[in-house]
């Protein structure tokens, strides 16, 4: 178990373009040990992702078109460590990832 972890999360609504938001995100974590023992050290890390909001009415509905990306300096980093009672494991953390979503509500 890390001895700390926190999220920073801002969001920003574009004062000239209604229903565009840009948002960041800085997690971070400090380092922990993977194994019962306290022998297996893995460092803290931090991540930072940015992303952007674009709401609109569609034919009478809400549309909703996001973009994102996590991991914007693609820095290598163990997500999760330990496990169960000596369980050992490691897991390591997502590359650079680009995501594109869209949704309608009906």
């Known amino acids: 178990m ?3 972890q926190g999220n920073l999360n801002l969001e920003w609504d574009v004062p000239d373009a209604r229903g565009l938001t840009f948002d960041a995100r800085a997690i971070a974590t400090s380092s922990s040990y993977a194994d019962a023992a306290n022998t297996l050290r893995v460092p803290g890390w931090i991540r930072f992702d ?17 973009a994102r990306i996590e991991n914007l300096t693609d820095r290598d980093y163990w997500a999760s460590v330990g496990g169960a009672a000596g369980g050992g494991y490691l897991t390591l953390g997502a ?8 949704t309608i509500e009906f």
Request: glycine fraction near 8%; charge should be positive.
């Open 95 to 102: 590359p650079r990832t680009f995501m594109l979503t869209g």
């Open 50 to 66: 940015v992303g952007a909001r674009y709401m609109t009415a569609w034919q009478n509905h809400l549309l909703t078109l996001r």
């Open 2 to 4: 890390p001895r700390w």
